[in-house]
Protein backbone atom coordinates (compact mmCIF):
# COMPACT_ATOMS: atom_id res chain seq x y z
CA UNK A 1 0.00 0.00 0.00
CA UNK A 2 1.49 3.20 -0.85
CA UNK A 3 2.03 5.63 2.24
CA UNK A 4 4.21 8.40 0.77
CA UNK A 5 3.87 10.42 -2.31
CA UNK A 6 6.72 12.36 -2.83
CA UNK A 7 7.39 14.89 -5.78
CA UNK A 8 10.86 15.46 -6.48
CA UNK A 9 11.13 19.03 -8.02
CA UNK A 10 14.22 19.77 -10.18
CA UNK A 11 17.25 20.66 -7.60
CA UNK A 12 15.52 20.92 -4.58
CA UNK A 13 17.29 18.21 -2.62
CA UNK A 14 15.30 15.55 -4.37
CA UNK A 15 18.18 12.84 -5.11
CA UNK A 16 19.58 13.28 -1.05
CA UNK A 17 15.82 12.59 -0.47
CA UNK A 18 15.36 9.62 -2.12
CA UNK A 19 18.65 8.66 -0.88
CA UNK A 20 16.96 8.42 2.62
CA UNK A 21 13.44 6.91 1.59
CA UNK A 22 16.03 4.01 -0.12
CA UNK A 23 17.56 3.59 3.65
CA UNK A 24 14.19 3.79 5.34
CA UNK A 25 12.53 1.59 2.74
CA UNK A 26 13.48 -1.13 0.72
CA UNK A 27 14.37 0.04 -2.88
CA UNK A 28 12.05 -2.89 -4.23
CA UNK A 29 9.19 -1.01 -2.61
CA UNK A 30 9.72 2.37 -4.32
CA UNK A 31 8.38 3.33 -7.39
CA UNK A 32 10.31 5.63 -9.23
CA UNK A 33 8.03 7.72 -11.15
CA UNK A 34 9.91 9.38 -14.00
CA UNK A 35 7.37 9.35 -16.95
CA UNK A 36 5.47 5.96 -15.48
CA UNK A 37 2.15 5.57 -17.10
CA UNK A 38 0.22 4.94 -14.48
CA UNK A 39 -3.18 3.81 -15.38
CA UNK A 40 -5.27 3.75 -12.34
CA UNK A 41 -4.59 0.33 -11.32
CA UNK A 42 -0.85 -0.48 -12.23
CA UNK A 43 1.19 -0.34 -9.03
CA UNK A 44 1.89 -3.42 -7.60
CA UNK A 45 0.92 -3.90 -3.62
CA UNK A 46 3.99 -3.80 -2.27
CA UNK A 47 4.98 -0.32 -3.42
CA UNK A 48 4.92 1.96 -0.13
CA UNK A 49 6.78 5.08 -1.33
CA UNK A 50 6.16 6.64 -5.21
CA UNK A 51 9.40 9.49 -5.77
CA UNK A 52 10.04 11.28 -8.64
CA UNK A 53 9.55 13.95 -11.51
CA UNK A 54 5.99 14.29 -11.87
CA UNK A 55 3.27 17.02 -11.17
CA UNK A 56 1.40 16.03 -7.56
CA UNK A 57 -1.81 15.85 -9.46
CA UNK A 58 -0.98 13.44 -11.43
CA UNK A 59 -2.23 10.77 -8.04
CA UNK A 60 -5.29 13.11 -7.58
CA UNK A 61 -8.01 10.61 -6.72
CA UNK A 62 -5.93 7.86 -5.24
CA UNK A 63 -4.17 6.37 -2.43
CA UNK A 64 -6.18 9.12 -0.30
CA UNK A 65 -4.44 7.72 2.57
CA UNK A 66 -1.35 8.59 1.28
CA UNK A 67 1.07 11.44 2.27
CA UNK A 68 2.11 14.18 0.24
CA UNK A 69 5.64 15.45 0.77
CA UNK A 70 7.17 18.24 -1.36
CA UNK A 71 10.82 19.89 -0.90
CA UNK A 72 11.13 23.51 -2.04
CA UNK A 73 14.44 25.58 -2.73
CA UNK A 74 14.86 29.41 -2.50
CA UNK A 75 13.40 30.05 -6.83
CA UNK A 76 16.17 32.15 -7.94
CA UNK A 77 18.68 29.90 -6.73
CA UNK A 78 16.70 26.88 -7.96
CA UNK A 79 17.01 28.18 -11.30
CA UNK A 80 20.55 28.89 -11.19
CA UNK A 81 21.30 25.49 -9.91
CA UNK A 82 18.96 24.07 -12.72
CA UNK A 83 20.59 26.27 -15.44
CA UNK A 84 24.00 25.00 -14.86
CA UNK A 85 23.03 21.80 -13.92
CA UNK A 86 21.94 21.30 -17.24
CA UNK A 87 25.03 22.53 -19.37
CA UNK A 88 26.78 19.01 -17.87
CA UNK A 89 23.93 16.81 -17.29
CA UNK A 90 21.05 17.58 -20.60
CA UNK A 91 18.97 14.92 -19.09
CA UNK A 92 15.85 13.24 -21.83
CA UNK A 93 13.31 14.61 -19.59
CA UNK A 94 14.16 18.63 -20.72
CA UNK A 95 14.29 19.71 -24.15
CA UNK A 96 18.07 19.53 -25.76
CA UNK A 97 17.69 23.04 -26.29
CA UNK A 98 17.19 24.73 -23.37
CA UNK A 99 21.05 23.81 -22.35
CA UNK A 100 21.68 26.28 -24.97
CA UNK A 101 19.68 28.85 -23.93
CA UNK A 102 21.01 31.99 -21.94
CA UNK A 103 20.62 32.50 -18.78
CA UNK A 104 17.47 34.94 -18.86
CA UNK A 105 16.19 33.05 -21.81
CA UNK A 106 15.99 29.93 -19.91
CA UNK A 107 14.29 31.40 -16.84
CA UNK A 108 11.76 32.57 -18.92
CA UNK A 109 11.02 29.00 -20.74
CA UNK A 110 7.39 28.03 -20.18
CA UNK A 111 8.96 24.44 -19.09
CA UNK A 112 11.41 26.21 -16.75
CA UNK A 113 9.39 29.51 -15.19
CA UNK A 114 7.48 29.17 -11.92
CA UNK A 115 9.04 25.15 -11.41
CA UNK A 116 7.57 25.20 -8.15
CA UNK A 117 3.95 26.25 -9.17
CA UNK A 118 4.23 23.71 -11.94
CA UNK A 119 4.37 20.94 -10.30
CA UNK A 120 2.17 21.84 -7.06
CA UNK A 121 -0.52 23.12 -9.65
CA UNK A 122 -4.14 21.97 -8.19
CA UNK A 123 -2.84 21.40 -4.38
CA UNK A 124 -3.27 23.66 -1.70
CA UNK A 125 0.40 24.03 0.33
CA UNK A 126 -1.12 23.73 3.41
CA UNK A 127 -2.71 20.39 2.25
CA UNK A 128 0.85 18.84 1.98
CA UNK A 129 1.72 16.54 4.85
CA UNK A 130 5.14 17.78 4.64
CA UNK A 131 6.74 20.88 2.53
CA UNK A 132 10.47 20.69 3.42
CA UNK A 133 12.86 23.45 2.36
CA UNK A 134 16.26 22.87 0.75
CA UNK A 135 18.22 25.35 2.66
CA UNK A 136 17.52 23.80 5.85
CA UNK A 137 17.52 20.16 4.80
CA UNK A 138 19.09 18.86 7.54
CA UNK A 139 16.83 20.27 10.03
CA UNK A 140 13.92 19.54 8.34
CA UNK A 141 15.00 15.87 7.85
CA UNK A 142 14.91 15.17 11.64
CA UNK A 143 11.83 17.11 11.68
CA UNK A 144 10.05 14.50 9.34
CA UNK A 145 11.59 11.56 10.67
CA UNK A 146 10.46 12.57 13.99
CA UNK A 147 6.67 12.69 12.26
CA UNK A 148 6.59 9.57 10.42
CA UNK A 149 9.07 8.06 13.26
CA UNK A 150 12.37 6.90 11.01
CA UNK A 151 15.03 5.71 12.89
CA UNK A 152 18.81 5.36 11.80
CA UNK A 153 19.65 6.79 8.14
CA UNK A 154 22.76 8.65 7.12
CA UNK A 155 22.68 11.92 5.55
CA UNK A 156 24.48 12.31 2.12
CA UNK A 157 24.62 15.39 -0.51
CA UNK A 158 24.11 13.89 -3.52
CA UNK A 159 23.84 15.35 -7.42
CA UNK A 160 25.75 18.41 -6.58
CA UNK A 161 26.06 20.44 -9.25
CA UNK A 162 29.62 19.57 -11.14
CA UNK A 163 29.65 23.01 -13.92
CA UNK A 164 33.20 24.08 -13.75
CA UNK A 165 33.37 26.69 -11.34
CA UNK A 166 29.75 26.49 -10.45
CA UNK A 167 30.07 29.00 -7.15
CA UNK A 168 32.12 31.28 -9.17
CA UNK A 169 29.58 31.71 -11.59
CA UNK A 170 27.06 31.74 -9.19
CA UNK A 171 27.94 34.60 -7.34
CA UNK A 172 28.74 36.49 -9.90
CA UNK A 173 25.11 36.59 -10.96
CA UNK A 174 24.53 37.82 -7.36
CA UNK A 175 26.17 40.43 -7.63
CA UNK A 176 24.25 42.08 -10.61
CA UNK A 177 20.77 43.52 -9.19
CA UNK A 178 19.37 43.55 -12.97
CA UNK A 179 19.64 40.08 -13.38
CA UNK A 180 18.07 39.41 -9.91
CA UNK A 181 15.09 41.41 -10.37
CA UNK A 182 14.58 39.83 -13.93
CA UNK A 183 14.73 36.10 -12.00
CA UNK A 184 12.33 37.03 -9.55
CA UNK A 185 9.55 38.37 -12.02
CA UNK A 186 10.24 35.27 -14.14
CA UNK A 187 9.27 33.43 -10.88
CA UNK A 188 7.18 35.57 -9.11
CA UNK A 189 4.52 32.96 -8.72
CA UNK A 190 7.58 30.58 -6.84
CA UNK A 191 8.69 33.24 -4.78
CA UNK A 192 5.21 34.05 -3.36
CA UNK A 193 4.97 30.50 -2.97
CA UNK A 194 8.31 29.90 -1.28
CA UNK A 195 7.56 32.58 0.70
CA UNK A 196 4.06 31.05 2.12
CA UNK A 197 6.48 27.26 2.44
CA UNK A 198 8.57 29.15 4.84
CA UNK A 199 5.79 30.63 6.67
CA UNK A 200 4.17 27.00 7.25
CA UNK A 201 7.31 25.77 8.05
CA UNK A 202 7.95 28.42 10.53
CA UNK A 203 3.83 27.51 11.93
CA UNK A 204 4.84 23.67 12.11
CA UNK A 205 7.99 24.60 13.86
CA UNK A 206 6.35 26.14 16.24
CA UNK A 207 3.50 23.81 16.91
CA UNK A 208 5.57 21.35 17.78
CA UNK A 209 7.69 22.97 20.23
CA UNK A 210 4.67 24.31 21.85
CA UNK A 211 3.80 19.96 22.48
CA UNK A 212 6.70 19.50 24.84
CA UNK A 213 7.34 20.72 28.55
CA UNK A 214 10.53 21.65 27.11
CA UNK A 215 9.33 23.83 24.32
CA UNK A 216 7.06 25.18 26.45
CA UNK A 217 9.14 26.69 29.19
CA UNK A 218 11.23 28.07 25.85
CA UNK A 219 8.62 30.12 24.70
CA UNK A 220 7.58 31.55 28.50
CA UNK A 221 10.98 32.07 29.02
CA UNK A 222 12.04 34.32 25.93
CA UNK A 223 9.47 36.08 27.38
CA UNK A 224 10.88 36.64 30.49
CA UNK A 225 8.53 34.60 32.48
CA UNK A 226 8.13 31.03 34.56
CA UNK A 227 5.73 28.46 33.82
CA UNK A 228 3.45 30.49 37.11
CA UNK A 229 3.77 33.40 35.14
CA UNK A 230 6.15 34.94 37.44
CA UNK A 231 9.02 37.42 36.01
CA UNK A 232 12.42 35.94 36.47
CA UNK A 233 15.48 36.82 35.49
CA UNK A 234 17.39 34.03 33.69
CA UNK A 235 20.75 35.04 33.26
CA UNK A 236 22.58 32.40 34.93
CA UNK A 237 25.42 32.82 37.78
CA UNK A 238 28.01 30.35 36.44
CA UNK A 239 28.20 27.86 39.86
CA UNK A 240 26.58 30.01 41.98
CA UNK A 241 22.76 29.10 41.05
CA UNK A 242 20.61 26.38 38.98
CA UNK A 243 18.91 26.93 35.64
CA UNK A 244 15.32 27.43 36.45
CA UNK A 245 13.49 26.02 33.76
CA UNK A 246 13.35 22.97 31.85
CA UNK A 247 15.75 21.66 29.21
CA UNK A 248 15.90 24.31 26.24
CA UNK A 249 18.31 25.90 23.99
CA UNK A 250 18.12 29.95 25.79
CA UNK A 251 18.91 28.14 28.75
CA UNK A 252 22.50 27.65 27.13
CA UNK A 253 22.66 31.12 25.89
CA UNK A 254 21.51 32.97 29.20
CA UNK A 255 25.18 31.40 30.62
CA UNK A 256 26.05 34.54 28.60
CA UNK A 257 23.07 36.58 28.93
CA UNK A 258 23.13 39.86 27.65
CA UNK A 259 27.06 39.00 25.88
CA UNK A 260 25.83 37.25 22.86
CA UNK A 261 27.09 39.36 19.33
CA UNK A 262 25.27 37.21 17.02
CA UNK A 263 21.71 36.67 15.13
CA UNK A 264 21.54 32.79 15.07
CA UNK A 265 20.37 31.38 11.69
CA UNK A 266 17.13 30.18 10.37
CA UNK A 267 14.28 30.20 12.91
CA UNK A 268 16.60 30.12 15.96
CA UNK A 269 16.98 33.64 14.85
CA UNK A 270 13.87 34.44 17.76
CA UNK A 271 16.17 33.26 20.83
CA UNK A 272 17.35 36.07 22.72
CA UNK A 273 21.14 36.71 21.51
CA UNK A 274 22.87 39.07 19.07
CA UNK A 275 21.84 40.98 15.65
CA UNK A 276 25.16 40.53 14.00
CA UNK A 277 24.22 38.46 10.90
CA UNK A 278 27.91 36.30 11.78
CA UNK A 279 25.84 33.38 10.43
CA UNK A 280 24.74 34.84 6.95
CA UNK A 281 28.31 36.48 6.76
CA UNK A 282 28.66 38.09 3.26
CA UNK A 283 32.36 38.25 3.03
CA UNK A 284 32.21 34.55 4.03
CA UNK A 285 30.34 33.52 1.06
CA UNK A 286 32.24 35.72 -1.32
CA UNK A 287 35.55 33.97 -0.10
CA UNK A 288 34.23 30.55 -0.40
CA UNK A 289 33.22 31.65 -3.76
CA UNK A 290 37.04 33.07 -4.90
CA UNK A 291 37.68 29.81 -3.88
CA UNK A 292 36.39 27.44 -6.22
CA UNK A 293 34.11 26.21 -2.68
CA UNK A 294 35.54 24.75 0.47
CA UNK A 295 33.79 20.97 0.09
CA UNK A 296 36.21 18.23 1.50
CA UNK A 297 38.66 20.66 2.49
CA UNK A 298 40.99 21.29 5.78
CA UNK A 299 40.17 24.82 7.02
CA UNK A 300 42.35 26.53 9.84
CA UNK A 301 40.00 29.51 11.31
CA UNK A 302 41.66 32.42 13.58
CA UNK A 303 39.02 33.67 15.85
CA UNK A 304 35.39 31.90 15.62
CA UNK A 305 34.24 34.54 17.83
CA UNK A 306 30.85 32.69 18.34
CA UNK A 307 31.30 29.89 15.37
CA UNK A 308 29.23 32.04 13.20
CA UNK A 309 31.43 31.53 10.38
CA UNK A 310 32.49 27.90 10.96
CA UNK A 311 28.97 26.93 10.78
CA UNK A 312 29.13 28.45 7.06
CA UNK A 313 31.66 26.79 6.36
CA UNK A 314 30.63 23.33 7.88
CA UNK A 315 27.56 24.19 5.90
CA UNK A 316 29.64 24.37 2.99
CA UNK A 317 31.20 20.95 3.45
CA UNK A 318 34.35 21.75 4.55
CA UNK A 319 35.80 18.19 5.63
CA UNK A 320 37.51 19.77 8.64
CA UNK A 321 38.07 23.60 10.62
CA UNK A 322 40.00 23.59 13.06
CA UNK A 323 38.95 26.97 15.04
CA UNK A 324 41.56 28.78 17.49
CA UNK A 325 39.69 31.02 19.85
CA UNK A 326 41.91 33.63 21.92
CA UNK A 327 39.10 34.52 23.98
CA UNK A 328 37.83 32.40 26.82
CA UNK A 329 34.59 33.61 27.12
CA UNK A 330 34.06 33.49 22.94
CA UNK A 331 35.47 29.94 23.35
CA UNK A 332 32.73 28.23 25.58
CA UNK A 333 30.48 30.90 23.45
CA UNK A 334 31.25 28.67 20.58
CA UNK A 335 31.45 25.41 22.46
CA UNK A 336 27.61 26.39 23.24
CA UNK A 337 26.99 26.91 19.41
CA UNK A 338 28.58 23.47 18.61
CA UNK A 339 26.48 21.35 20.76
CA UNK A 340 22.73 23.83 19.46
CA UNK A 341 23.87 23.34 16.10
CA UNK A 342 25.45 20.18 15.94
CA UNK A 343 28.70 20.92 14.46
CA UNK A 344 30.38 17.46 13.50
CA UNK A 345 33.03 18.62 11.74
CA UNK A 346 34.40 22.08 13.62
CA UNK A 347 37.07 21.36 16.52
CA UNK A 348 37.56 24.46 18.97
CA UNK A 349 40.76 25.38 20.67
CA UNK A 350 41.75 27.82 23.15
CA UNK A 351 44.97 29.59 22.28
CA UNK A 352 46.64 32.40 20.99
CA UNK A 353 46.66 32.67 17.66
CA UNK A 354 50.37 33.59 17.14
CA UNK A 355 51.39 31.02 19.21
CA UNK A 356 49.54 27.90 18.16
CA UNK A 357 50.93 29.24 14.52
CA UNK A 358 54.06 29.18 15.88
CA UNK A 359 54.14 25.73 17.27
CA UNK A 360 51.90 24.25 14.24
CA UNK A 361 53.99 22.05 11.51
CA UNK A 362 50.51 21.39 10.01
CA UNK A 363 49.27 22.39 6.45
CA UNK A 364 45.59 23.40 5.99
CA UNK A 365 44.02 23.78 2.51
CA UNK A 366 42.87 27.30 3.55
CA UNK A 367 43.21 29.88 6.65
CA UNK A 368 40.49 32.25 7.47
CA UNK A 369 41.31 35.05 10.12
CA UNK A 370 37.74 37.13 10.05
CA UNK A 371 38.27 40.49 12.09
CA UNK A 372 42.14 39.19 13.30
CA UNK A 373 44.79 40.71 12.30
CA UNK A 374 44.17 44.34 13.59
CA UNK A 375 44.14 42.79 16.67
CA UNK A 376 47.70 42.04 17.37
CA UNK A 377 51.10 43.83 17.96
CA UNK A 378 52.79 42.19 15.03
CA UNK A 379 50.59 42.14 11.95
CA UNK A 380 53.24 40.70 9.38
CA UNK A 381 54.30 38.27 11.38
CA UNK A 382 50.58 36.72 11.88
CA UNK A 383 50.45 36.65 7.82
CA UNK A 384 53.55 35.28 7.63
CA UNK A 385 53.01 32.51 9.80
CA UNK A 386 49.68 31.71 7.74
CA UNK A 387 51.26 32.16 4.20
CA UNK A 388 53.36 29.18 6.15
CA UNK A 389 50.23 27.40 7.14
CA UNK A 390 48.33 27.30 3.69
CA UNK A 391 48.85 28.48 0.18
CA UNK A 392 45.63 30.08 0.17
CA UNK A 393 44.19 32.76 2.80
CA UNK A 394 41.20 34.89 3.86
CA UNK A 395 41.60 38.13 6.03
CA UNK A 396 39.03 41.41 6.79
CA UNK A 397 40.79 43.48 8.63
CA UNK A 398 40.86 47.06 9.32
CA UNK A 399 43.55 49.26 8.06
CA UNK A 400 45.41 52.80 8.40
CA UNK A 401 44.64 55.49 5.95
CA UNK A 402 45.94 58.56 7.67
CA UNK A 403 42.96 61.41 6.28
CA UNK A 404 40.25 58.68 6.88
CA UNK A 405 41.39 57.70 10.68
CA UNK A 406 41.79 61.58 11.27
CA UNK A 407 38.56 62.51 10.21
CA UNK A 408 36.72 59.87 12.35
CA UNK A 409 36.03 60.96 16.03
CA UNK A 410 35.10 57.35 16.94
CA UNK A 411 38.90 56.05 16.69
CA UNK A 412 41.65 59.03 15.67
CA UNK A 413 42.44 59.47 19.62
CA UNK A 414 43.54 55.73 20.05
CA UNK A 415 46.04 55.84 17.50
CA UNK A 416 49.54 56.68 19.78
CA UNK A 417 52.19 56.67 17.45
CA UNK A 418 54.15 54.61 14.50
CA UNK A 419 57.14 52.66 13.96
CA UNK A 420 59.49 51.50 11.20
CA UNK A 421 60.20 47.84 11.37
CA UNK A 422 61.45 44.89 9.84
CA UNK A 423 59.51 41.16 9.96
CA UNK A 424 62.11 38.69 8.60
CA UNK A 425 63.38 41.12 5.60
CA UNK A 426 59.98 43.00 5.06
CA UNK A 427 60.50 46.50 6.19
CA UNK A 428 57.12 48.26 6.94
CA UNK A 429 55.89 51.06 9.36
CA UNK A 430 53.00 49.91 12.37
CA UNK A 431 50.12 52.15 13.68
CA UNK A 432 50.54 51.42 17.30
CA UNK A 433 46.89 51.93 18.58
CA UNK A 434 45.71 51.67 22.19
CA UNK A 435 42.65 50.17 22.97
CA UNK A 436 40.53 52.37 25.01
CA UNK A 437 38.66 49.40 27.06
CA UNK A 438 39.89 46.72 29.20
CA UNK A 439 39.12 43.19 28.45
CA UNK A 440 36.39 42.35 28.99
CA UNK A 441 33.81 39.48 28.33
CA UNK A 442 32.16 41.10 25.55
CA UNK A 443 35.10 43.39 24.47
CA UNK A 444 36.57 42.03 21.72
CA UNK A 445 38.59 44.97 20.65
CA UNK A 446 42.22 43.33 21.83
CA UNK A 447 43.85 41.05 23.83
CA UNK A 448 47.06 43.00 24.36
CA UNK A 449 47.06 46.73 25.59
CA UNK A 450 47.79 48.02 21.74
CA UNK A 451 47.57 46.82 18.50
CA UNK A 452 48.90 47.51 15.20
CA UNK A 453 47.43 48.23 12.14
CA UNK A 454 49.22 48.88 8.49
CA UNK A 455 48.39 51.14 5.63
CA UNK A 456 46.25 49.17 3.02
CA UNK A 457 49.04 49.08 0.46
CA UNK A 458 51.74 47.63 3.02
CA UNK A 459 48.99 44.20 3.92
CA UNK A 460 49.05 43.64 0.30
CA UNK A 461 52.43 43.75 0.16
CA UNK A 462 53.03 42.06 2.74
CA UNK A 463 50.95 38.90 1.49
CA UNK A 464 53.30 38.91 -1.55
CA UNK A 465 56.45 39.31 0.11
CA UNK A 466 55.41 36.24 1.66
CA UNK A 467 54.24 34.06 -1.64
CA UNK A 468 50.76 34.79 -1.50
CA UNK A 469 50.99 36.41 -5.00
CA UNK A 470 47.26 36.26 -6.12
CA UNK A 471 45.55 38.96 -4.61
CA UNK A 472 41.80 39.46 -5.12
CA UNK A 473 39.92 42.69 -2.53
CA UNK A 474 36.38 43.06 -2.00
CA UNK A 475 34.11 45.01 0.79
CA UNK A 476 36.62 47.59 0.51
CA UNK A 477 34.92 49.95 2.97
CA UNK A 478 36.41 53.55 3.15
CA UNK A 479 33.83 55.00 5.61
CA UNK A 480 33.56 52.03 8.28
CA UNK A 481 32.61 53.55 11.47
CA UNK A 482 35.68 51.49 13.23
CA UNK A 483 38.35 52.59 10.55
CA UNK A 484 38.48 51.73 6.70
CA UNK A 485 38.73 47.91 6.01
CA UNK A 486 38.47 45.33 3.13
CA UNK A 487 38.37 41.72 2.46
CA UNK A 488 41.16 39.66 1.07
CA UNK A 489 41.70 36.36 -0.77
CA UNK A 490 45.29 35.50 -1.44
CA UNK A 491 46.62 32.18 -3.03
CA UNK A 492 49.97 31.69 -3.69
CA UNK A 493 49.00 29.52 -6.98
Not at 200 to 215: F, G, I, V, W, Y
Not at 270 to 294: K, N, T, Y
Amino acid sequence: MVELISVHIPKTAGMSFRNVLEQVYEPEKILLDHDFPFDGSNIESEIRVIHGHFWVSKYAGYFEAAKRIVWFRNPIYRVLSHYFFLKTHPGPEVRPDLAVLGLLEFAEHPQIRNTMSQFTQGVDPEDFYFIGIQEFFAEDLTDLSGMLGWNSFKQSVTNSNRYPEYTGHLYKILESREILKKLMISNSEDVELYELALSLRSKRRRKALSQTAASLAVVRTLDGFSQSGTHIDTGIKILSEYVPTASCIQNALNIFKGEWVSRFPGDLALLEAGQVPSFEDARISWAIAQLGGVKGQRILELGPLEAGNTHMLEQAEAELIIAVEANPHAYLKCLIVKEILRLSRAQFLCSDYVRYLRLSSGKFDVCFANGILYHVENPAELMALMAKTSDRIFIWTHYYEKKLLQANSRVAHTFIGETQTDYEGFEHTLYQREDPHTLTPNSYDTKTPYSSWMTREQIIDCLRYFGLEHIHINFDESDHPNGPSMAIVATRY
